[in-house]
């Protein structure tokens, strides 16, 4: 599949080495073309389906560059957070308690269909979820059922199972997927690291 992956943080360049691995065609989008990376709306344009990977409190700014026309109809998978470490610590998590970056990107880019993920796990879980011991989960949730099935069978190739991909729903669910930060930064500080994440009994 034709992907675009706007980001060239950490976890923009994880998921697109993944996605070439698997045999996708990949161009990373950045504010500025360099070696690897095009122009954002050059990287949107290319992909069928896009994945957000810019900074969370840049992302609407980086998508308005990248051109709503290239949204239009296509996955979007938004693996922003929102981290405001202006003030030092404990860093404020979140864009308020009755909205999301997940939302505000489905409101700012109607056309495009939504579908949060990722965002709960660190770059290298999110492609090798095996990383971490035992049995654990990873969220989706958007507007569009399609959509997040289109997801849900990528994320089967960077090792998730499908059993332990829970769907929580509409897109406000992202409120809840971004503001459970605050817990994995505490818990990252709890383990000594990175490679953990939460398992939902039932
Ligand atoms: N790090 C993780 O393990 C992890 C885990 C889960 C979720 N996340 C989330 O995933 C996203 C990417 O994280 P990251 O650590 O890889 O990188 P990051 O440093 O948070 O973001 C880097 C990207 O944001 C773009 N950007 C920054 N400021 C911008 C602005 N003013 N206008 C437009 N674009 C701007 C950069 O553009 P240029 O390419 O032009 O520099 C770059 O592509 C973030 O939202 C983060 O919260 C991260």
Redo the contacts with the bound molecule.
Sequence with gaps: MKIGVL??????RTIAGKLRELGHDVLVG???AGED?VPFADAAAHGELVFN????N??L??LN?AGAENFAGKVLVD???A?DASRGRPFVIGVALDDSLGEQIQRAFPEARVVKA??T???DVMVNPASVPGEHDLFVCGNDADAKARVVELLQGFGWPPERIVDLGDIIAARGQELYLALWLSLMSAVGGAALNIHVAR
């Design positions: 980001g060239t943080g950490v976890v923009g950045s504010r500025s990376a990977c810019t900074n969370g840049a992302s700014e980086a560059a693996v922003s957070n981290i990722l965002n796990v660190n770059a």
